[in-house]
């Protein structure tokens, strides 16, 4: 898998690869292959460093969601990130495919969500309940699926700004009022994406780099595939 690794960025401390849908992020249960071990290899082979080498873990996407993940090569590095993503400093933009026609085009959305542990799923509430954190964001629609297309299904690109992180945030939400995103069966998708991935994109990340403050944006294009998917069926 290392031959596919696709680096987006790299300094002294941070490095920043595209993550395919299907592949875990970090080792579970199971001995499968995951995009840490994958890092790890790139560096030891590139630096040729003997033994294993240090990479930390600052966020995640979803097995089935592909785009940006940055991981730390150095203790510094993990540190500075993991603060930028606590006080909300880390800019993180997302492209979905949604079933249906989302309307208004430029919205905000605000819920409030709980996970449930068993189940594994993110439950919604238009209130604020015990148990339940604020999640916002922001989107706008980029490409719809055009006009006459009859009782053909119908679709929505659109660009998501999180203003929060949670716990499959922008699954849940869009779920929540009618326009899952195309895939999610967890999430009631209709459709189906013969791969089991789902069309969630980490398409942009803008942060401050471990040792300046000078800012780095990293972008990452979204599978063409979805703009095929909006002019037909899955």
């Not at 680096?7 to 080792?27: F, T, W």
């Not at 249960?29 to 930390?56: A, T, W």
Request: proline share 4%.
């Amino acid at each position: 898998m290392l031959h596919l690794l696709k680096v987006l960025y790299e300094d002294n401390h941070l490095i920043a690869v595209y993550k395919p849908a299907g592949i875990l992020i970090q080792a579970g249960d199971r001995k499968s292959g995951n995009l840490m071990d994958v890092v790890k290899e790139y560096l030891k082979q590139k630096y040729n460093k003997p033994g294993n080498v240090f990479l930390g873990l600052v966020h995640r996407l979803d097995k089935p969601v592909c785009g940006i993940v940055v991981f730390a090569k150095t203790s510094k590095g993990a540190s500075r990130l993991s603060e930028q993503f606590r006080n909300r400093q880390v800019k993180k933009t997302y492209t979905a495919l949604l079933e249906g026609i989302l309307k208004p085009e430029n919205g905000n959305l605000i819920h409030y969500i709980k996970k449930d542990e068993f189940k594994l799923v993110a439950l919604v509430s238009e209130k604020e309940l015990p148990g339940y954190v604020h999640s916002e964001l922001d989107y706008r629609v980029i490409k719809k699926t055009p006009p006459g297309r009859g009782k053909l299904e119908k679709y929505s690109l659109v660009k998501i700004n999180l203003k929060t992180g949670r716990f499959n945030q922008i699954r849940a939400q869009f779920s929540h009022i009618g326009h899952p995103v195309v895939g999610d069966n967890l999430y009631n998708a209709k459709s189906k994406i013969s791969d089991g991935s789902i069309a969630l994109c980490a398409t942009e990340i803008e942060f401050k780099t471990a040792t300046s403050e000078e800012v780095i944006n990293i972008k990452a294009d979204y599978p063409e595939e979805w703009d095929k998917m909006i002019n037909r069926d899955i």
